[in-house]
């Protein structure tokens, strides 16, 4: 029986500061250059290793931010994209994450 290192798999687990955990796609999370540069395997981040990347987001933000990083990979190349819906409430928490990620 082989097991999958988490630096190889196709998958990573991110975390909200209030504990919650998204499993997301790696291609998708590498949507974001300070992710990306995490999970880099020749990085020295621990991320790298484990998979697991601890944001300090709420999971009502980082869920948001989860589902863009699935939208940007669909409508990667494409014109005439539709606007993501995002409720007025988290814009200022969205744009801040968007800085910190570089996305």
């Known amino acids: 029986m082989t097991s999958i290192s988490p630096s190889s798999s196709s998958y990573v687990t991110i975390l909200s500061t209030d504990g919650h955990e998204f ?15 995490m999970l880099d395997s020749k990085s020295a981040f621990a991320e790298a290793i484990t998979g697991r990347i601890q944001l300090d987001l709420s999971s009502v933000v980082l ?3 989860c589902e863009y990083f699935y939208y940007n990979l669909k409508h990667k190349g494409s014109k005439n994209v539709p606007d993501m819906e995002i409720p007025p409430e988290l ?11 570089n996305v």
């Open 63 to 65: 869920e948001k931010v």
């Open 91 to 101: 814009c200022l928490e969205l744009l801040m994450a968007a800085d910190y990620l």
């Open 23 to 37: 499993v997301v796609a790696r291609d998708a999370a590498c949507v974001s250059d300070t992710i990306k540069r």
